[in-house]
Nanobody
């Protein structure tokens, strides 16, 4: 079965950190750009951070730049999102997605049309 599975979400206080993981099974991530998207209640899904399939180029939306870091470990078929200095407005369901043949900026600018989506992991930033 071809799927992406996210993990690492949870409840954290403002200023805290979380590391999200996205693991692929049934296919290799080597040829896909990977992105992290989030959706808060009542809001549209937005691209948070994306990474290219090959040269490590990354993109971050303005609100997380300098606080979040995306990375990938192709031999482990895993992509991470390290989230530091978390704020309440970072709360939401975080999804990872895979899409071939795009730049990170292009991928993060889309909300739909991915090759694969995970089912999401919930992040709640609250005191």
């Amino acid at each position: 079965q071809l799927q992406l599975v996210e993990s690492g979400g949870g409840l954290v206080q403002p200023g805290g950190s979380l590391r999200l993981s996205c693991v692929a099974s049934g296919f290799t991530l080597d040829y896909y750009a990977i992105g992290w998207f989030r959706q808060a209640p009542g809001k549209e899904r937005e691209g948070v951070s994306c990474i290219s399939s090959s040269d490590g180029t990354t993109y971050y939306t303005n609100s997380v730049r300098g606080r979040f870091t995306i990375s990938r470990r192709n031999p482990k078929n895993t992509v991470y999102l390290q989230m530091n200095s978390l704020k309440p407005e970072d709360s939401g369901v975080y999804y990872c997605a895979a899409l071939s043949g795009v730049t990170p900026l292009s991928m993060c600018s889309r909300r739909y049309g991915m090759d694969y989506w995970g089912k999401g992991t919930l992040v709640t930033v609250s005191s």
